[in-house]
């Protein structure tokens, strides 16, 4: 499984100040997935700008100007934590560029790599089809899966989100749309607040949408089951020609926004589990970056993403603990995933 990376050079121009979503998230991750990339001998793809156009599949135009303009006047608040310096705009255009780059290079007679991992910031998955918000501008899955379905001519794409918020802004923009499916993992309650079992997508997208709400504590294991009996079944029945992971590490024990106990040999094996998946049917997987707030930690946690989607094996030596004791209720809450999923598929 030949994997790489998309590199997003500008993005300290997205100045954030003290909030935890900073520049300061991501040298470290260079500096490692540098040394994988020299060892495994892999890719390294550049950015570039997405057009407005890309936007517009997935915001709208009052959206794509209002960041423009908050941008140019920046730094401006778009809501109480999600800010736009006066850079913010560009390397917006290039964290969403980012995705169809990786887009373009796996799929098509000339794919480049099976699986690409996109290094980007800002994130993108909560920013609904007319909101910025929770450090996200644009939705950068939901537009590279348009993208891909629009330009690529892909019938139907999936997009997975492990990040442990709700990907509620993926979610808005595709809710009514049956040509792509959206999985989330997250952790539940938590920030946004949505992404209950019952959300399941509205109209012709009804089905479409698969909320796996993890009770807090929940770790390696619980994501692994949800994965085997949930994810997995769900996407090889959907049957997609891309996949695209929103790959935020926050679950991670010593992350500070969350409660929940992945440890990088979870994340390692969840990437893998995707990275298997789109060998077996034989397509492209992109990986965008969402979450992942401690800068001590990930750039293990993205090593051990990088690792699953390459089938190298990781070096996962000084990450952290996490508790033996797992959460309250898992159980009751998959049955319950799985009673509201059957009436869509077969799980
Ligand atoms: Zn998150």
């Known amino acids: 499984m030949k994997t790489g990376l998309v590199i997003l050079r500008e993005q300290s121009g997205h100045e954030t100040g003290s909030h935890p979503e900073n520049a300061r ?9 540098g040394e994988d990339s020299r060892e ?50 560009g390397v917006a255009l290039r964290s969403a560029g980012a995705a169809l780059v ?11 790599a099976d699986s690409l991992f996109a290094i980007i910031r800002p994130p993108g998955h909560h920013a609904t089809a007319d909101r910025a918000m929770g450090f996200c501008l644009f939705s950068n899955a939901a537009i590279a ?15 997975l989100d492990w990040d442990v918020h709700h990907g509620n802004g ?25 992404g209950w079992i019952d959300e399941v997508g509205v109209g012709e997208g009804r089905g479409y949408t698969v909320n796996l709400p993890m009770p807090p504590g929940a770790g390696d294991r619980e994501h692994a089951e949800g994965f085997e009996a949930i ?25 500070q926004l969350a409660s929940q106990n992945l440890t990088a040999a979870g994340y390692n094996q969840l990437a893998s589990s995707c990275a298997r998946f ?20 990930l750039p293990l946690l993205d090593h051990a993403v990088l690792a699953g989607l390459g089938g190298f094996a990781p070096d996962l030596s000084g ?26 598929w077969a799980v």
């Not at 997609?240 to 935020?248: D, H, K, R």
């Not at 789109?278 to 930690?297: F, Q």
Request: aromatic share 8%.
């Open 25 to 33: 998230r991501f040298p470290g991750v260079i500096n490692r997935l």
């Open 40 to 89: 495994h001998d892999l890719p390294i793809f550049e950015s570039r700008e997405a057009e407005v156009e890309d936007l517009l599949r997935a915001h709208t135009d009052s959206h794509v100007e209002n960041v423009r303009v908050a941008a140019e006047n920046g730094p401006t608040w778009l809501d109480g934590d999600t800010v736009a310096s006066p850079e913010s705009y």
């Open 102 to 112: 990786a887009a373009d290079a796996v799929t098509g007679p000339e794919r480049q």
């Open 145 to 159: 899966a348009r993208y891909a379905r629009d330009v690529l001519g892909i019938d139907r794409v999936a997009v």
């Open 170 to 194: 993926t979610q808005d923009i595709l809710y009514d749309d049956p040509s792509i499916l959206f999985i989330s993992f997250h952790q539940w309650p938590l920030y946004p607040g949505s």
């Open 231 to 255: 994810a997995g079944p769900i996407l090889d029945q959907f049957n997609p020609g891309l996949l695209i992971v929103s790959a935020g590490q926050d679950g991670h024990v010593a992350d």
């Open 278 to 297: 789109a060998a077996s049917k034989g397509i492209g997987l992109v990986a965008l970056h969402e979450g992942g707030y401690n800068p001590e930690t």
């Open 319 to 344: 990450d952290s603990i996490a508790p033996e004791t797992g959460p309250t209720g898992w159980e009751e809450r998959l049955a319950q995933i799985r009673r509201t999923q059957s009436t869509y």
